[in-house]
Nanobody, 119 residues
């Protein structure tokens, strides 16, 4: 079965950095685009960043452009999110997600990992 296990979240001061990882299993990882979403307290889940199946292209929400970098290691079936210059408004539960393959939508989300940025 498809499994997406996010890790690497924690507490960090504003201006600091964190790297999230997502270990994928149960599907052919390299055949699908992947992404990260987040959900802040009291808000709905929103798109953060996505990456093509080869890792050759990516896109970002305006709120994280220039600060976050998505990457993947297809040999390890692992997705990454490098987060730099973190801000308190980045505080959220972060979820990795699997692309559908035939559209821009996602069909599976991992359990998520908490990122808290203090000021």
């Amino acid at each position: 079965e498809v499994q997406l296990q996010a890790s690497g979240g924690g507490l960090v001061q504003a201006g600091g950095s964190l790297r999230l990882s997502c270990a994928a299993s149960g599907f052919s990882f390299s055949d699908y685009g992947m992404g990260w979403f987040r959900q802040a307290p009291g808000k709905e889940r929103v798109f953060v960043t996505g990456i093509s199946r080869s890792g050759s292209s990516s896109d970002y929400a305006d709120s994280v452009q220039g600060r976050f970098t998505i990457s993947r290691d297809n040999a390890k079936d692992t997705l990454y999110l490098q987060m730099n210059t973190l801000k308190p408004e980045d505080t959220a539960v972060y979820y990795c997600a699997k692309g559908q393959g035939s559209s821009a939508g996602m069909d599976y989300w991992g359990k998520g990992t908490q990122v808290t940025v203090s000021s």
